[in-house]
């Protein structure tokens, strides 16, 4: 799990080995409300200093991030 910001109201599931799952739009809109910043604020945030360090996560339980499809490439 992340921690620093935790990122807790944007846990969409976890794995069946128990990676925990988070949507990156909702880490977005849940950063952004909670440092009083706009999206693009959050997004070089998160992008910088939160996915970066992903692949240095070591072990199975490492944390997944995904992003939503939008609703105009979504198919029928």
């Known amino acids: 799990m992340f921690d620093n910001p935790s990122y ?3 846990i969409v599931g976890y794995t069946d080995s128990g ?3 988070y949507n990156y ?3 977005v809109r849940e950063f952004a409300e909670e440092n ?3 999206e693009i604020e ?3 945030f998160i992008d910088y200093n939160t996915m970066r360090a992903l692949p240095y996560f070591s072990g ?3 944390p997944i991030v995904i992003n939503s499809i939008p ?3 979504r198919q029928s």
């Open 36 to 38: 009083n910043v706009d």
């Open 42 to 44: 959050s997004m070089e």
């Open 60 to 62: 199975e339980k490492h």
């Open 19 to 21: 990676n925990v799952v």
């Open 25 to 27: 739009d909702k880490m």
């Open 71 to 73: 609703e105009e490439y």
């Open 8 to 10: 807790d109201k944007s």
